[in-house]
């Protein structure tokens, strides 16, 4: 199987630490720039809109999600 087939169910975290993305995701949620989270989050395979999304939510409450 491959990385795509394997990641569908898999929540934020799960996802970045599997594509071994967590690290940049953690840089951009640092910077404060929505654009650095949201490319982040589509490399992670997610689309737009959710990348949107979840850029938005730990961006507004960063403390919350650990940043």
């Not at 394997?6 to 967590?22: A, D, K, P």
């Not at 997610?46 to 409450?61: H, P």
Request: hydrophobic share 45%; proline share 1%.
């Amino acid at each position: 199987m491959s990385d795509q087939s394997n990641i569908g169910g898999m929540t934020v975290n799960e996802r970045l630490v599997h594509l071994g993305l967590l690290s940049e995701f953690e840089a951009a949620v640092k910077s404060r720039s929505a654009v650095a989270v949201v490319a982040v989050l589509e490399r992670a395979k997610f689309t737009r809109e959710q990348s949107e999304y979840t850029a938005t939510m730990v961006l507004l409450a960063p403390e919350k999600y650990g940043y």
